[in-house]
């Protein structure tokens, strides 16, 4: 914030989405579904590290 400057994030090819859950933890946020403009829904869960500006899968499998 001391430089008042925008830094365009690496999107590692995800694209846009609405309809998502976020959560923000440390130097992190936790992205979850959501749907992008072609009504896809998404089933999956993304990090953004702050602190390298890059998105990251996460390995969502599990059992319920």
Do not use: E, P
């Amino acid at each position: 914030l001391d430089t008042r400057t925008w830094v365009k994030a690496n999107n590692a090819g995800f694209t846009a989405r609405y309809f998502h859950s976020i959560a923000q933890s440390n130097d992190s946020m936790y992205i979850f579904g959501g749907k992008n403009i072609h009504s896809y829904c998404h089933n999956d869960l993304l990090r953004f590290s702050f602190g390298i500006f890059f998105f990251i899968a996460l390995d969502d499998r599990g059992t319920y």
